[in-house]
């Protein structure tokens, strides 16, 4: 019994960690909510997401995952609310999509019925019993890093060229030196849709994000949809949950 309370409150102290396992269910103690993860195929768990978007905040971000096929992104951050202020929830998507249009090279608008239309004629907002939600879709271009996989391969190139040790000539090191500014400015321009999904509870805002080549997004909206739909929040929120379903991961 001594070892099963140590156990439960390891885990509570842990709770900033993220665990998963394939198809199980993720668990955040930290922020009040289980989630089922992406499927596996072709989507994979990565931390690579905020450095190729430049969207997300790694401090925030709880799960992300891209498909190294087509440079999609999914990912599911947690955040205070912008305004402590009598703000509207309203207010507070507005707030996260003048985010996105500030990211550099990206130049994604709302859209409704497939049409660009002002932010306040896209935005769809419903109520529920625990928590506001609020979504919106994007179209437009954005400056797009090579996926992680692409990036690797460029790296290990350069590494059978350049070995380790020993001192490196002027055009080694300028070479070097390009291959990382190349990591921190987008590759290419290209065609992107998006899709933003925010759950606003308490004092919480939960954004998901779904942004994909304009030819492969369609794809993968049912695997987001999905990955949003199975959100679930945890009886007595953030840090309230002390138990685990059958067949869950260990608490976050």
């Not at 900033?16 to 499927?39: K, N």
Request: hydrophobic share 40%; net charge positive; with cysteine.
């Amino acid at each position: 019994m001594a070892l099963l309370a140590g156990g439960l409150a390891l885990a509570l102290l842990a709770g900033c960690a993220g665990y998963e396992a394939g198809d199980e269910t993720f668990v955040s103690l930290r922020h009040g909510f289980r989630v089922r993860p992406v499927p596996a195929d072709p989507w994979r768990r990565t931390p690579d997401v905020a450095d190729i978007l430049a969207l997300n905040d790694p401090s925030t971000s709880v799960l992300y995952f891209d498909n190294p096929y087509s440079g999609g992104v999914i990912s599911l951050q947690v955040v205070s609310r912008h305004f402590s202020g009598p703000a509207a929830f309203l207010d507070e998507l507005r707030f996260i999509y003048r985010r996105m249009l500030s990211t550099p090279h990206m130049d994604m608008r709302t859209v409704a019925d497939g049409r660009f239309a002002p932010f306040d004629r896209a935005v769809r907002i419903s109520g529920g019993k625990e928590a506001e939600r609020g979504e919106f879709d994007l179209r437009g271009t954005m400056g797009r890093r090579p996926t992680s996989r692409a990036r690797e391969l460029a790296r290990e190139r350069l590494e059978e060229r350049q070995p380790f040790g020993g001192p490196r000539t002027r055009e080694e090191v300028r070479e070097q030196r390009e291959f990382r500014e190349q990591r921190l400015t987008p590759a290419y321009t290209g065609n992107y849709r998006g899709k933003v999904v925010v759950f606003l509870r308490g004092g919480k805002l939960y954004e998901f994000y779904y942004i994909d080549h304009a030819l492969a997004f369609e794809r993968g909206l049912r695997a987001f949809d999905a990955f949003v739909a199975s959100l679930e929040f945890l009886p007595g929120g953030p840090l309230g949950w002390v138990g685990l379903a059958a067949g869950s991961s260990p608490p976050n």
